[in-house]
């Protein structure tokens, strides 16, 4: 596609419950990445996938969270039992590649806005 | 440890003025590159301009430029004659690479909120 497209744009949802964020990112872009964004802060890193695996995962909080990338394009991050401390927006992004140098700045999408209720 | 930091966390400048909005960054790694992106309240991140660690000359984009300070550390946007559309967040933000890989993520500053006023 033209840009980073990532469903749904809002979610809410009860505490306890299981929810699945999708993430279509920039056709030929090998690099996605995954934010999350609380309202006034930077984002801040969770997974990055560079093609089908998880190239670094150090930024999941817990093992609450999950995400995967099965044919190194569409990627779906997963939270299970949340929690309303997970509330946030939570931002994807790719880059032609996870390497160095110009050119390899990360296109965002336009988040998912989850509310734990 | 790798880490971003952005100390400004508001700043008010005219109309046409220019502003510098500051980044420092700590890496030990020799390679890393250096990213701005502007999230206005709609939300959406915008990449503004980009550095590598071992760029010669300062990178500009426009009216956009990046003051790099490597010996500093520092990696500071400059904004000349500055427009109501640049009010904004601001984030800076470095591509860093664990050893064992070339693979490499980005982390980002806290940011900095710019109003400008007419």
């Known amino acids: 596609g033209a840009g980073v497209s990532q469903t749904p744009s809002n979610k809410v949802t009860e505490k306890g419950k299981y929810v699945e964020l999708r993430c279509d990112p920039i056709?030929?872009?090998?690099?996605l990445y995954w934010y999350r964004q609380s309202l006034g802060q930077g984002p801040e890193f969770l997974i990055y996938?560079?093609?089908?695996?998880?190239?670094?995962d150090s930024g999941l909080p817990n093992d609450r969270f999950f995400a995967v990338r099965p044919e190194g394009s569409v990627s779906t991050l997963k939270i299970q039992r949340t929690e309303r401390g997970d509330s946030a927006v939570y931002l994807c992004?790719?880059?032609?590649?996870?390497?160095?140098?110009?050119?390899?700045?990360?296109?965002f999408g336009q988040g998912t806005r989850l509310t734990v209720v | 440890a790798q880490k971003i930091t952005q100390t400004q966390p508001g700043m008010f400048v005219q109309e046409k003025e220019a502003v510098t909005l500051d980044c420092t960054y700590d890496?030990?790694?020799?390679?890393?590159?250096l990213f701005w992106y502007k999230q206005p309240s709609s939300g959406e991140m915008i990449f503004l301009i980009y550095q590598g660690s071992y760029d010669q000359q300062n990178a500009t984009e426009g009216r956009y430029s990046l003051n790099f300070q490597k010996a500093r550390k520092s990696a500071n946007l400059v904004i000349s004659a500055s427009q109501l559309g640049d009010s904004a967040m601001y984030f800076c933000a470095m591509r860093v690479s664990p050893g064992y890989s070339s693979a490499s993520k980005i982390i980002f500053g806290s940011g900095t909120r710019l109003s400008i006023r007419p």
């Open positions: 992004a790719s880059s032609l590649h996870g390497g160095m140098g110009m050119g390899t700045e990360a296109f």
């Open positions: 056709s030929g872009h090998t690099a």
């Open positions: 996938f560079q093609g089908t695996g998880a190239a670094d």
């Open positions: 890496t030990s790694d020799p390679s890393y590159g």
